[in-house]
């Protein structure tokens, strides 16, 4: 994680900051998973010539906090290193995060924050159908500028209902 998210080429398009410890992700990522907590971060791996697997990017689920009224939505995070971009990393971290969403995890909106100029990944995200829903000024300071970042969210396209049966007293279908 310190890796990823701290190369100096990744971590402008972060809220991070820039040094981070491997000690620091190391407290963060127990953090996230203390009991209670529901975030879901996914490692993406790549092997070498060599056969050697490596950590090469990481996308994230993460609540929007402790309001009941907002357990629908979640925040998504998403980061790739330079030399496995382009091979359809970030591709396979975006539909397995959509898909946890959608089948599992009871989230009708993703929502994010993107740097306005980061064509790559605004393509990305709307490629799964993530919508801008507004623009914040001067939102963060990045390599010594203000800059601005869209706010995009994704609704689930096709939020789950209860199946056609109703549950008998030996969890059966009725028809079964
Ligand atoms: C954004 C990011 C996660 C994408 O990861 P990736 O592994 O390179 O993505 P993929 O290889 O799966 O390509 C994703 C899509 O972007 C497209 N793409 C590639 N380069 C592009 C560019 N310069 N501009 C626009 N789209 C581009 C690809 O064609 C692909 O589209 P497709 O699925 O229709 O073929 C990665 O570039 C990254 O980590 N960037 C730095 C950190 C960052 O910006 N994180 C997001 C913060 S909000």
């Given at each position: 994680m310190a890796e990823v998210m701290g190369h100096p080429d990744v971590l402008p398009q972060l809220l991070q900051l820039p040094y981070p410890s491997a000690e620091v992700w190391a407290a963060r990522l127990a953090e996230m998973l203390a009991?209670?907590?529901?975030?879901?971060?996914?490692?993406?791996?790549?092997?070498?010539?060599g056969g050697?697997?490596?950590?090469?990017?990481?996308?994230?689920?993460?609540?929007?906090?402790?309001?009941?009224?907002?357990?629908h939505a979640m925040s998504l995070?998403?980061?790739?290193?330079?030399r496995a971009q382009g091979?359809?990393?970030?591709?396979?971290?975006?539909?397995?995060?959509?898909?946890?969403a959608d089948d599992w995890a009871q989230v009708l909106r993703i929502e994010l924050?993107?740097?306005?100029d980061n064509a790559r990944a605004i393509a990305l995200y709307q490629r799964f159908g993530f919508e801008v829903e507004?623009?914040?000024r001067g939102y963060a300071l990045r390599?010594?500028?203000?800059?601005?970042?869209?706010?995009?969210?994704?609704?689930?396209?096709?939020?789950?209902?209860?199946?056609?049966?109703?549950?008998s007293p030996t969890g059966s279908p009725p028809d079964a």
């Open positions: 009991p209670g907590r529901n975030d879901l971060l996914l490692m993406a791996e790549l092997q070498d010539a050697h697997w490596s950590v090469v990017g990481n996308a994230g689920l993460h609540p929007c906090g402790p309001p009941v009224r907002r357990r995070g998403i980061a790739v290193l330079p091979q359809g990393v970030g591709r396979a971290l975006m539909q397995a995060l959509c898909d946890f924050g993107v740097y306005a507004g623009r914040q390599g010594g500028e203000y800059v601005d970042t869209l706010m995009m969210a994704r609704l689930h396209p096709n939020p789950p209902r209860i199946g056609g049966w109703v549950a």
